[in-house]
C-alpha cells in the first residue's frame, strides 16, 4: 500500500545517502529524475527572456532564501549539514556526472558535445575566475539542461578562509552564475573536498545544498584515458556521483575518457542525469 511504498522509499533514500540521514531532511531532496524539466519549474522572479550579460542587475544577495514556492507556504531554508552529500538518492541504475574547475574553452565544449551528442545531462561545478571569462559556456551548460554549481571563486582550501573570504568566494561566483545562467547556483561543492563547518553555513545561506561525489577518477593526474574510463566503469552503481574536470590543466584525457565510458554505461543500462531540488 501507499504508505509502505512510502516508507521503503524514504528507508531507501536514507540508506542512499547516509549524510542526508545525519541531518534527518531527506525531503528536501528531489529524487533523481531525467525526464524533468532542465530547470525547476518554479517560476524565475525576471521578466521576459532570459537576461544575459551585465544587462540585469544580479539580486544574488538579496534574494530570499527561498524565494519559490506558493506565497502561502512556510519557507524552507536550505538545511545547514554537517557532511555533504557523497551521492545521489534515486531509483534504478542513475549516476550523476560532474566536472569541476571550468570552465575551459580548450576542453569545456568537447565535453559539452558528447554530452549532447548521447542526450545526457551532468553537473558543471565552474569556478568564478574561470566562469566570468566563459560566461557563453555557461550559457551553453545551462540551455543544454546541465546543472551549473558553485566551485569558489578562486579555488582556495575554505579550511584556511575565514568566513568574510569563504563567502566573498562563494557570493562572487554564485552572482557570475546567476547573470550567465538567469538563476542562482542551488549546488556548492568545496575546493578539494575540504569542508568546514563555515563552508556548510554559508553556503545553506546562499541556498546551495554541499555536494561531494562517490568516485573520484583523479583525472588530474593525468594517469592516461584508459584508466579513467576503467575506474568510472568500476565504480559505476547506483546513485554513484563521478568526479572528472574540465578543467585546471591538460583535459584532453578526460575529453576522450568520457567519449568512452559514457555511451559504455548507457549501455550497461545507466541513466545519466543530474540531481532534482525540490523549490519548497
Ligand atoms: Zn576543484
Keep these: 500500500m501507499k504508505t509502505d511504498q512510502l516508507l521503503t522509499r524514504r528507508g531507501a533514500l536514507l540508506a542512499g545517502a547516509a549524510a542526508v540521514a545525519a541531518a534527518g531532511t531527506a525531503g528536501v531532496l528531489g529524487a533523481v529524475t531525467g525526464t524533468g524539466p532542465a530547470r525547476p519549474a518554479a517560476p524565475a522572479p525576471a521578466p521576459g527572456p532570459r537576461a544575459r550579460g551585465a544587462l540585469?542587475?544580479?539580486?544574488?544577495?538579496?534574494?530570499?532564501?527561498?524565494?519559490?514556492?506558493?506565497?502561502?507556504?512556510?519557507?524552507?531554508?536550505?538545511?545547514?549539514?554537517?557532511?555533504?552529500l557523497l551521492e545521489?538518492?534515486?531509483?534504478?541504475?542513475?549516476?550523476?556526472?560532474?566536472?569541476?574547475?571550468?570552465?575551459?574553452?580548450?576542453?569545456?565544449?568537447?565535453?559539452?558535445?558528447?554530452?549532447?551528442?548521447?542526450?545526457?545531462?551532468?553537473?558543471?561545478?565552474?569556478?568564478?575566475?574561470?566562469?566570468?571569462?566563459?560566461?557563453?559556456?555557461?550559457?551553453?551548460?545551462?540551455?543544454?539542461?546541465?546543472?551549473?554549481?558553485?566551485?569558489?571563486?578562486?579555488?582556495?582550501?575554505?579550511?584556511?578562509?575565514?568566513?568574510?573570504?569563504?563567502r566573498a568566494e562563494m557570493e562572487r561566483t554564485g552572482e557570475v552564475i546567476d547573470r550567465a545562467v538567469g538563476e542562482p547556483p542551488r549546488w556548492f561543492r568545496a575546493p578539494y573536498g575540504a569542508w568546514n563547518r563555515a563552508a556548510f553555513q554559508l553556503g545553506a545561506e546562499l541556498g546551495m545544498e554541499p555536494l561531494a561525489w562517490t568516485v573520484d577518477t583523479l583525472d588530474w593526474t593525468t594517469p592516461g584515458a584508459g584508466t579513467i574510463v576503467e575506474r568510472v566503469e568500476d565504480g559505476a552503481a547506483p546513485g554513484v556521483v563521478v568526479l572528472s574536470h574540465d578543467a585546471g590543466g591538460d583535459r584532453s584525457q578526460s575529453v576522450r575518457a568520457l567519449r568512452s565510458y559514457l555511451p559504455s554505461l548507457l549501455d550497461s543500462g545507466y541513466h545519466l542525469t543530474v540531481p532534482g531540488r525540490r523549490p519548497a
Design 56 to 84: 540585469r542587475p544580479s539580486a544574488y544577495r538579496l534574494r530570499p532564501l527561498t524565494g519559490y514556492g506558493p506565497p502561502a507556504a512556510a519557507p524552507v531554508r536550505t538545511p545547514v549539514r554537517q557532511a555533504p
Design 88 to 166: 545521489m538518492p534515486g531509483r534504478g541504475r542513475t549516476m550523476v556526472l560532474t566536472f569541476d574547475d571550468g570552465p575551459d574553452p580548450r576542453y569545456t565544449p568537447d565535453i559539452l558535445d558528447t554530452l549532447a551528442e548521447y542526450r545526457v545531462r551532468a553537473m558543471f561545478f565552474v569556478c568564478g575566475e574561470m566562469a566570468v571569462e566563459n560566461r557563453e559556456l555557461l550559457a551553453r551548460m545551462a540551455d543544454d539542461g546541465h546543472v551549473v554549481g558553485n566551485h569558489t571563486w578562486s579555488h582556495p582550501l575554505l579550511t584556511r578562509l575565514g568566513r568574510r573570504e569563504i
